[in-house]
């Protein structure tokens, strides 16, 4: 039989074939080859009646993520509270990066909208974004039809509010919420384990949150390939390499200085930058100590 994997939890697979659930173990042949089953998975299985089922085969992935491990992703909706913890552009850039590298679609959702009292500037974010291509909406009459025939994925930083707002588009899961730690600034992680639900006519997952993110990119191309503004301005820099830092004829530099390209992208640009190049050289350092 062939289904998806749409629930792990300690050490059983539950597999979703034709409207039934069967409770699966992987064969020990997928931890000899490397291999672990994720939420997500599209797999061959067996299963007897009234017994336990096993995954015999793993269907080849379109994209995945390591945190949180789940798999064959249409689209993420990257949850960011406007308040408690405050707006952080550098995170959410973190996290667009991520997804633009992942090619998965990303949906940006402001929560606690309700805690601000002038949503001016958040507007102005909003604008900017918008003018980028993203989907941005603090309203769930505007995101709830997004999720309709796709895979979703729900993401964030820690005590932003995924599980509150998923309660709010399917009461039915109860999911269990803890408000923000007053000696951390932070919300404690409610999340235990990744699952698929049903709802708004496609499948959702609530993901454990976490408080910073590692995107997988390794050089500067990579990376002007995760901001679309960037990598459409960048086609007409003079060099094909151009990391935009110190290059002439540069067309990113150009575009920002008659307010073309958002300050606050490039600024983020060029954090990244900085960390991929620093973690290449700790890189061959080490690799020279060897």
Not at 117 to 127: F, S, V
Request: glycine content about 6%.
């Amino acid at each position: 039989m062939q289904g998806r994997i749409i629930k792990a939890l300690a050490g059983f697979y539950y597999v979703e074939s034709a409207n039934q659930l069967y409770q699966t173990r992987a064969r020990g042949n997928f931890r000899k080859k490397g291999q672990t089953p994720y939420v997500g998975d599209w797999v061959d299985f067996s299963a007897e009646e009234n017994s336990e089922g096993y995954i015999l085969k793993i269907h080849e992935r379109k994209n995945s993520l390591v945190r949180p491990p789940i798999v064959n992703i249409d689209q993420a909706v990257v949850i960011m509270s406007a308040k408690e913890p405050d707006f952080n552009s550098n995170l959410l850039d973190r996290f667009l990066v991520l997804l633009e590298h992942k090619r998965i679609r990303p949906i940006v959702y402001i929560s606690k909208m309700d805690l601000i009292e002038d949503d001016g500037q958040m507007k102005a974010i909003r604008q900017c974004y918008r003018a980028i291509g993203y989907d941005f909406y603090w309203s769930l009459d505007e995101l709830i039809p997004k999720l309709n025939n796709q895979v979703t994925v729900f993401m964030g930083q820690t005590g932003v509010g995924k599980s509150t707002l998923l309660n709010k588009i399917v009461p039915e899961l109860a999911l269990e919420t803890n408000a923000i730690s007053d000696s951390l600034g932070r919300g404690r992680h409610t999340t235990r384990a990744v699952s698929f639900y049903n709802a708004c006519g496609g499948k959702i997952a609530d993901t454990p949150g976490f408080s910073s993110i590692d995107y997988e990119l390794s050089d500067s191309v990579q990376l002007n390939q995760a901001f679309p503004e960037l990598q459409k301005i960048s086609q007409s820099c003079k060099f094909r390499s151009c990391t935009h830092t110190h290059e002439p004829d540069c067309a990113v530099k150009a575009a920002l200085g008659t307010g073309q390209l958002w300050s606050s992208r490039y600024d983020n640009y060029l954090i990244f930058l900085s960390e991929i190049e620093n973690r290449r050289e700790t890189y061959k350092k080490v690799i020279k100590r060897k």
